[in-house]
């Protein structure tokens, strides 16, 4: 116990921080940040698992997270029929060149001598499919595109519960992952990071402009979701019941009937939208506190020692007749298999997908940071350092303005300087992170929860 003093110390004061926000802006907001803090979490986890255990760098978190968001619309939203009548054979086709296209690769590769004349059966393979797959897709693509564009112009997915799209999100960024790790982990540290960049910005690029498959940019909204929707519980007898009875001493002291309708009604409100974040973090708590079962598991188990030792001299872990090549590979699709779900998740709780906002070279970063300040190799640390970057990034500029409130409360409300700060507040919020993250790799360069060896 004496060895996780330092996490729940941590743990206290984040969710002591989310608490007060909740207290003194509003439950909706601090439920809102605390569901984004585990979405982050999910993530982090999946990029320590690769970096942490194993020392692979992988820029490419942006594409797995798309890909996790895609499967939301690919298995949730319901088939549309009129665009599979005239163009869905078509797409069923292409997709049977592609896997044909790969076995045969696969087979020319395996069954023939490596020579120039196996290099030109491969390179014609690769064209004549190509050319197969414009020749029937085209056509396809502008009939699917055509059905009522304003609302529809897709293929649509399945119709199946949104929760089976968590695990198909994992299969489909673990199965990117596979293919990009065969053809990408040979490559040194540096290639590596920008290979995986560049394919997650290719990965983005093409659901963005393939409105086929999930509308492109034009977004898919209203998507499918495991809670309640809050226009149905502010109808509900049962919820409007709850929430007078929850509220009675203070509905009790109004004596106008007509004005204490008016606030429990405002209350329904107020309290749907609760109800509604607090079944979100029931299921995104659950979804994280089973992933830091499983990884701390595996962390401290002989795989777990083996990945450390890989990660910190692959040739000894080789002279030892450990298959570096095997487990880089298996760790890499772990890893983004997490992010996939962590995309899913996110699309879940947004309740639409939009492919514009997945921006690789940006928010790639952010997730490295948080695993940085957390603590890489650690996974109470990443999950902590997902909490931190993500609350800070919300709640800077609202701390911003409070000290510019306070600091300036003896000036005038039309003094120049006090507007110009009160106007600029929003801007503090790379002011206050960038000192934070300063501070905390200072004084905590291994992050806030490093990572401990435990001897077993």
């Known amino acids: 116990m004496r060895q996780y003093t330092n996490v729940i110390t941590a743990y206290l004061i984040m969710f002591t921080l989310i608490i007060l926000v909740g207290i003194f802006q509003s439950w909706s907001i601090a439920l809102t940040i605390l569901n984004y803090c585990l979405i982050s979490a999910v993530m982090t986890i999946g990029a320590n698992i690769q970096w942490g255990y194993a020392g692979l760098i992988n820029f490419g978190i942006m594409g797995y997270t798309a890909l996790g968001g895609l499967a939301v619309v690919l298995i949730s939203v319901a088939p549309v029929g009129e665009a599979w009548r005239v163009g869905g054979l078509n797409m069923m086709i292409c997709l049977g060149v592609i896997v044909g296209m790969v076995f045969s690769i696969r087979l020319t590769l395996k069954k023939i001598a490596k020579s120039k004349n196996r290099n030109y059966l491969v390179a014609a393979i690769i064209i004549i499919g190509i050319l197969l797959l414009r020749l029937i897709s085209e056509p396809a693509i502008e009939s699917i595109e055509a059905v009522e564009p304003a609302k529809t112009g897709f293929l649509g997915g399945l119709g199946l519960p949104v929760l089976f799209s968590w695990i198909a999100g994992a299969f489909l960024a673990g199965g990117l992952a596979f293919v990009v790790g065969k053809v990408a982990l040979g490559l040194r540290a540096d290639y590596l990071a920008i290979a995986t960049l560049l394919i997650a910005e290719i990965v983005v690029s093409i659901i963005k402009h393939e409105d086929w498959l999930a509308r492109g940019v034009k977004n898919v909204i209203g998507l499918k979701r495991p809670a309640p929707y809050e226009i149905n519980l502010q109808q509900s007898p049962w919820f409007i019941d709850l929430v007078e009875k929850f509220h009675s001493g203070k509905l009790a002291l109004i004596n106008s009937v007509s004005e204490k309708q008016e606030v429990l009604k405002q209350l329904v409100i107020d309290a749907s939208s609760v109800y509604v974040k607090l079944c979100f973090t029931g299921l995104f708590l659950t979804v994280v506190i089973i992933l830091l079962i499983v990884t701390q598991k595996a962390l401290y188990s002989p795989w777990g020692r083996m990945m450390r030792a890989i ?106 300087i006090r507007v110009h700060l009160i106007n600029s507040a929003p801007y503090f919020r790379f002011l206050v992170i960038g000192t934070a993250l300063l501070v905390i790799m200072r004084f905590r360069p291994q992050g806030i929860l490093p990572e401990k060896i435990i001897k077993n």
């Open 311 to 416: 990660r910190d001299n692959e040739e000894a872990a080789g002279a030892m007749g450990k298959n570096v090549v095997k487990q880089h590979l298996l760790i890499f699709i772990l890893g983004s298999a997490i992010v996939g779900i962590a995309g899913a998740m996110m699309v879940t709780n947004d309740g639409l997908f939009t492919p514009g906002s997945y921006r690789p070279m940006r928010y790639t970063f952010v997730i490295w940071v948080m695993v940085i300040v957390g603590g890489t190799g650690n996974n109470f640390g990443a999950i902590l350092g997902g909490f931190v970057v993500w609350f800070l990034w919300v709640e800077a500029a609202p701390i911003a303005l409070f000290f510019i409130n306070l600091f300036t409360a003896h000036l005038p409300e039309t003094n120049e």
